[in-house]
């Protein structure tokens, strides 16, 4: 006998690195460009000694502002500390079933490292060869339903009518749409969530309101779904949102034309993206998110990663079924992308 038999064993979900010195990131999805400008003032000018009190255990502030913003009641919100805290309190509220949770085979890595950490038996419902989600897949019995859209790592967008098919015909599962990427330019299901009290929306600041550092998410749902996810965040931890987060994350939100300008910037590049690397012979679905995820027509994409990797062009890659001859780009700036479209002509070029 030893303690650690008695340890919990996990394999963690691997983030996409964070190298110290300066390069072209464009590996894990951040946003480009800073926090909006009131945000540094109202850190800057912040009143320390506030820090001497607890916060406001439901997030007070943010969460009233977010309703407001969102058009919804604050029983309807809950806020976490990124949507990954969101997300795990979802999982560990919601899927209690014998019965398999369902999501896509590819899709968002840290959900099978949840159901694992939290013994929830689940499936992984095959996309099509396009990477489209069909929708029958889900109409059977099961413990419960998450699927990101656009999805995550194909920046796929699934038509809204379509999926509240399944929320719809679920009745008795609780269907969480992920929409980390929802703001660049895809449809959010959010007004749905007064029809299905078994709907639960989740949305983040990390991507497209360019604080993934600050730590802010969120989930929409009907009131007693925001309810349940309370009683289980009060269980472990009340105090999860600190005061400055909570400042910071309200100050966002009133600056809806910085918000606006931005998300269109992405989209912009985005959209010059997919032309220019279609021009050096990369195919990719077309991405409704931050990103691209493209392969490219003779060059394996784990040489194009680490050449990249090589010249200071740092790009996501996993070697895993059905994607390992794909590279995952987030959209960076102008500068950065053509940046890197020269590193690709030159590259190709040189493969012959
Ligand atoms: C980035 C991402 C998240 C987590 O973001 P947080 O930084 O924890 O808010 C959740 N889901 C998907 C699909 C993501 O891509």
Redesign the pocket.
């Known amino acids: 006998m030893s303690w650690e038999d008695n340890v919990k064993r996990v394999v963690p979900y691997v983030p996409g690195e964070q190298p110290k010195s300066k390069v072209i990131k464009l590996n894990t999805?951040e946003n480009p460009y800073p926090p909006s400008p009131k945000v540094r003032e109202v850190l800057s000018n912040y009143d320390i000694d506030e820090l001497r009190l607890y916060p406001d255990v439901n997030a007070g502030e943010l969460g009233m502002a977010l309703a407001k913003y969102y058009g919804l009641n604050s029983n309807q919100v809950f806020v976490g500390v990124?949507?990954?805290?969101?997300?795990a309190i979802a999982f560990m509220t919601f899927f209690n079933s014998d019965k398999e949770i369902l999501f896509p085979d590819i899709?968002?890595s840290?959900y099978d490292v949840w159901a694992d950490l939290y013994k929830i038996p689940y499936r992984m419902v095959e996309l099509n060869d396009d990477f489209r989600i069909n929708i029958e897949d889900y109409l059977v019995p099961n413990g419960g339903i998450v699927i990101?859209n656009p999805n995550?790592p194909t920046g796929v967008e699934k038509d809204v009518r379509e999926l509240e098919k399944i929320v719809a015909k679920n009745p008795d599962s609780v269907v969480i749409i992920?929409e980390?990427?929802v703001d660049f330019g895809a449809t959010s299901m959010l007004p749905l969530i007064n029809k299905y009290d078994n709907l639960l929306i989740?949305q983040?600041?990390?991507?497209s309101r360019s604080m993934?550092g600050a730590?802010?998410?969120m989930a929409f749902g009907n009131e007693k779904l925001i309810k349940y996810m309370n009683d289980v965040k009060f269980s472990i931890n009340s105090y999860t949102m600190n005061r400055l987060t909570v400042a910071a994350g309200t100050a966002a939100l009133e600056d809806e034309e910085y918000f606006k300008e931005t998300c269109d910037k992405v989209i912009a590049t985005r959209e010059r993206t997919k032309v220019r690397l279609r021009e050096l012979g990369f195919d990719m679905p077309d991405s409704k998110s931050n990103f691209v995820f493209a392969t490219h027509e003779s060059i394996p994409a784990s040489d194009i990663f680490n050449a990249a990797k090589s010249a200071g062009i740092y790009l996501r890659w996993w070697n895993k079924d059905r994607i390992s001859n794909r590279l995952r780009i987030s959209i960076g700036t102008d500068e950065e992308m053509d940046a890197l479209f020269a590193f690709l002509k030159e590259y190709i070029e040189a493969r012959g």
């Open positions: 999805n990124g949507s990954d805290d969101v997300l899709t968002y840290f990101p995550a992920d980390a990427y989740v983040t600041y990390s991507k993934a730590r802010i998410g």
